[in-house]
């Protein structure tokens, strides 16, 4: 069973950052995909920036690119993402995800969820 941590949510103003992190722990015994998923009152949960298990390649969601930047720390099991010019469509439930697979930016791939850190952005 691999556990996942998040931290760093909160509320700021639209323009502004965040940085989440994520740090996976228990029973990886291979390499795994990590990413961030998010889930807004009333909709379903979408996948916004992945990481591969080699590191070798990022997914960031059509939303999102040019504003977040997805990074693995040099501890493998360990994931950012980092914010920047944050709207009020970013506010969401924030989840860290992971599966022993190459990839895991579709929430069908993903094995384990972290409980969540709650994102508020306001105009």
């Known amino acids: 069973q691999v556990r996942l941590v998040e931290s760093g949510g909160g509320s700021v103003q639209a323009g502004g950052s965040l940085t989440l992190s994520c740090e996976a722990s228990?029973?990886?015994?291979?390499?795994?995909?990590m990413g961030w998923f998010r889930q807004a009152p009333g909709k379903e949960r979408e996948g916004v920036a992945a990481?591969?298990?080699?590191?070798?390649?990022?997914f960031l969601a059509d939303s999102v690119k040019g504003r977040f930047t997805i990074s693995r720390g040099s501890a493998k099991n360990t994931l950012s993402v980092t914010m920047n010019v944050l709207k009020p469509e970013d506010t969401a439930m924030y989840y860290c995800?992971?599966?022993?697979?190459?990839?895991?930016?579709?929430?069908?791939?993903?094995?384990?969820w972290g409980q969540g850190t709650q994102v508020t952005v306001s105009a």
């Open positions: 990481i591969s298990a080699d590191g070798a390649d990022t």
């Open positions: 228990g029973s990886i015994d291979r390499p795994i995909c």
């Open positions: 995800a992971a599966a022993a697979r190459r990839w895991c930016w579709n929430r069908a791939w993903i094995e384990n």
